[in-house]
């Protein structure tokens, strides 16, 4: 089975999230900001990482760059998914290491194929 951690702040977010990787048959792991989702990318390895931007404490860009940067996780394809549209965040979230860059809201079939692209 597929293991997608979900780093997002926002609780209604991830019940979103939780809800439609759950259907998709991905195991879901949950962090609420860019330090747990980094402790946790270590911790479990998952298969993907999908990133929120806009967090407290460490926020999505900066958690990007740990995890890319970090040996033990740099293999792990980080999606980034923000309500900021700007073509400078696109650019700057793959210039972190994030494979791809997507923005809210997310369509459900679109959000497994974008997963699935990925990892291959």
């Known amino acids: 089975m597929t293991t997608v951690l979900v780093i997002d702040d926002s609780p209604s977010e991830?019940?979103?999230?939780?809800?439609?990787?759950?259907?998709?048959?991905?195991?879901?792991?949950?962090?609420?900001n860019g330090e747990q989702g980094c402790q946790m990318a270590v911790a479990h390895l998952p298969d993907v990482i999908?990133?929120?931007?806009?967090?407290?404490?460490?926020?999505?860009?900066?958690?990007?760059?740990?995890?890319t940067r970090d040996k033990a996780t740099a293999h792990i394809p980080i999606i980034m998914i923000s309500t900021k549209n700007q073509e400078t965040d696109r650019v700057w979230g793959k210039r972190q290491g994030a494979k791809e860059y997507i923005t809210k809201p997310i369509d459900e079939s679109g959000l497994v194929q974008i997963i699935r692209k990925v990892m291959e």
């Open 14 to 32: 991830m019940a979103k999230f939780r809800d439609m990787l759950s259907k998709s048959n991905y195991q879901v792991l949950e962090a609420t």
């Open 50 to 67: 999908l990133m929120d931007v806009v967090m407290p404490e460490m926020n999505g860009f900066q958690a990007t760059r740990k995890i």
